[in-house]
């Protein structure tokens, strides 16, 4: 798996786990919600800098948004669609 995918792949993991939508883990980072999404989606290549602020807002060291997946995990499950809580 190359390093962008394992990004995906873990940032969006960490933030489905922390119930946290992209546009909140992006105001939080400071980053914009579209590129999240183009993070999450593999098709970004973001900076360490950038790495360091998503790390800090999901509270992890950035060397887990590098961890490779086990062999027979799942792919991250999604956020309920929508703004609002039920």
Do not use: H
């Given at each position: ?47 360490v ?14 060397a ?7 062999a027979n ?14």
């Amino acid at each position: 798996m190359k390093a962008t995918a394992l990004v995906a792949w873990n940032i969006r993991k960490l933030r489905v786990k922390r119930g946290l939508s992209q546009e909140a883990l992006a105001v939080d980072a400071g980053v914009d919600r579209s590129y999240v999404g183009r993070i999450e989606r593999g098709v970004e290549n973001p900076t360490v800098e950038t790495l360091e602020r998503l790390a800090a807002v999901v509270d992890v060291p950035v060397a887990d948004l590098l961890a490779v997946p086990k062999a027979n995990e799942k792919p991250p499950a999604t956020l309920r669609k929508g703004r609002k809580k039920r």
